[in-house]
């Protein structure tokens, strides 16, 4: 339980999409992968998060701003 993991590259990714709880990652319309914040270390982490998928995925990543 809870030791999944699968590896996508980032052209497959469809969009991001940012909520106040996770972080959802669309793989396709029907399929998408949660990162829950609670579980980073530090809360200073999640901007490093929303740099990393805004550098990689531009305008499909639709994050808050820092």
Known sequence: YGHSFSHV?????????EKPAYVELYRNS????????Q??????????LRSILS????VKAKLFTQ
């Not at 590259?9 to 999409?17: G, P």
């Not at 029907?30 to 914040?37: L, S, T």
Request: hydrophobic residues 45%.
């Open 39 to 48: 579980g980073f270390h530090q809360p200073a982490d999640i901007p490093v």
């Open 30 to 37: 029907f399929e998408a992968g949660f990162v829950p914040k």
């Open 9 to 17: 590259a980032w052209q497959d990714v469809l969009k991001v999409q």
């Open 55 to 58: 550098e990689k995925l531009g």
